[in-house]
């Protein structure tokens, strides 16, 4: 069975700092994809990051980024330069057919001014 | 604009009550998706459906039951049978060529 684990309930964050998130997963396929997802008080989700596992290249958006290691099945989200904007809960999210999404339990992050 | 709509907000229901879940998409996706989420826990799948009436449960999909008559709605019914329905629901939707999945703003479901 896929599954995610996030190890960080919470975590915070002074404004303009870096912070990291972490997500490990479990499974035995070779072809999966992995997404951040952020979901502000709103409760809206929000596609922050994917990640596909054939490709070596960290993904990266902005100020967003990954760490992906295949080997130690590890997918951390780097968040530059943290914005107040960024104050909210993060999801990791492991993609193995196009229909079997499984989540992690969640970071909730909070920017500190 | 184009999104997925979720109706309404907040539904308060008695226990004992079947309720339906709104969940409309005009991003002309084909694959669309309802989730649980519950305090401190990720989001779990209930029901899938990848067309037009065709669907497939989910790891929780007891007490729950949906239809996809339409390619644009994908509503989610909570029978009586379901014996902790109070949580956030949400649904998403996903076009074939890309993995991610796009998600509507939540329903928020109490029962009592």
């Known amino acids: 069975a896929q599954t995610v684990t996030q190890s960080q309930p919470e975590m915070s964050v002074q404004e303009a700092e870096t912070v990291t998130l972490s997500c490990t997963y479990d499974?035995?396929?070779?072809?999966?994809?992995l997404f951040w997802y952020k979901q502000p008080p709103s409760r809206q989700m929000i596609l922050v990051i994917r990640?596909?596992?054939?490709?070596?290249q960290n993904a990266t958006e902005n100020r967003f980024s990954v760490n992906f290691q295949k080997a130690a099945k590890s997918f951390s989200l780097k968040i530059s330069d943290s914005q107040l904007g960024d104050t909210a809960m993060y999801f990791c999210?492991?993609?193995?057919?196009?229909?079997?999404?499984?989540f992690g339990a969640g970071t909730r992050l909070t920017v500190k001014p | 604009d184009g999104g997925i709509t979720q109706s309404p907000k907040y539904l308060f229901r008695k226990e004992g009550q079947n309720v339906t879940l709104s969940c409309e998409q005009n991003l002309n996706h084909d694959a669309m998706y309802w989730y649980r989420q519950d305090p401190g826990q990720g989001l779990r799948l209930i029901y899938y459906s990848q067309i037009v009436n065709d669907f497939q449960k989910g790891d929780i999909a007891e007490g729950y039951s949906v239809s996809r008559e339409k390619k644009e709605s994908f509503p989610l019914t909570v029978t009586s049978a379901q014996k902790n329905p109070t949580a956030f629901y949400l649904c998403?939707?996903?076009?074939?060529?890309?993995?991610?999945?796009?998600f509507g703003p939540g329903t928020r479901l109490t029962v009592t």
């Open positions: 998403a939707s996903r076009e074939t060529a890309f993995r991610e999945q796009y």
């Open positions: 499974t035995s396929e070779n072809n999966y994809y």
């Open positions: 990640q596909e596992a054939y490709k070596q």
């Open positions: 999210a492991f993609l193995y057919n196009n229909n079997d999404m499984r």
